[in-house]
């Protein structure tokens, strides 16, 4: 965030920048935050597949964990990771590398699923199979340029594991952007 404030305000002002910022987001981000169509569904189908979930975002776990349980999507998740339980950001590879150790699942046997180039980059430095999907934070043509699979949004994900020999069981650590 750091990064992202300098080019908008000055040097002197970045840490005032970021302290108003996370102020103010501790504020909206519940109301602000409403699920893609057919997250929900999607989720309640991956789960009752006996596919174990996890989150891997950018975004504070306790925010992300309030979200879950506005969104009653908390009972759906074995672990929530944020910068702020393992100490540094995406795409650094320690998000995924815990949720697998929450999961106790192992790295050839889980898939990461993202909404952002970011994602792709974060899977690959854990080795973990990464499918982005649509309708999230980045165009469709950017998660292409990737190189990963991408699905039109987050509602084709049970289809396309199926078609890939997934079968309800194997672990999956969605990131759902809600």
Same mark, same amino acid.
């Given at each position: ?18 302290? +108003? ?5 501790? *504020?909206?981000?519940?109301? $602000?935050?409403? !699920? @893609?169509?057919? =997250? ?61 150790? +929450? ?5 050839? *046997?889980?898939?990461?699923? $993202?909404?952002? !180039? @970011?994602?792709? =980059? ?57």
């Amino acid at each position: 965030m750091e990064h992202l404030i300098r080019h908008w305000v000055n040097r002197d002002e970045i840490e005032q920048g970021v302290r +108003l910022f996370r102020e103010r987001y501790a *504020r909206v981000f519940a109301a $602000g935050t409403s !699920p @893609l169509p057919g =997250v929900d569904a999607t989720l309640r189908r991956l789960a009752s597949a006996g596919y174990r979930l996890a989150v891997a975002s950018n975004k504070p776990a306790r925010f992300s964990r309030l979200i879950l349980r506005q969104l009653d999507w908390e009972s759906l998740f074995v672990a929530v990771e944020g910068p702020d339980t393992v100490g540094t950001t995406k795409p650094h590879p320690a998000m995924l590398r815990r949720c697998l150790e +929450l999961l106790d699942t192992p790295v050839e *046997r889980a898939l990461y699923v $993202g909404d952002m !180039p @970011l994602d792709a =980059v974060t899977g690959s430095r854990c080795g973990i199979e990464v499918v982005l999907v649509g309708g999230g934070s980045a165009p469709i043509d950017e998660l292409r340029r990737t190189g990963r699979p991408v699905l039109d949004d987050f509602a084709a994900l049970p289809a396309w594991l199926t078609d890939r020999g997934w079968p309800g069981g194997r672990d999956a650590v969605p990131d759902p952007a809600p």
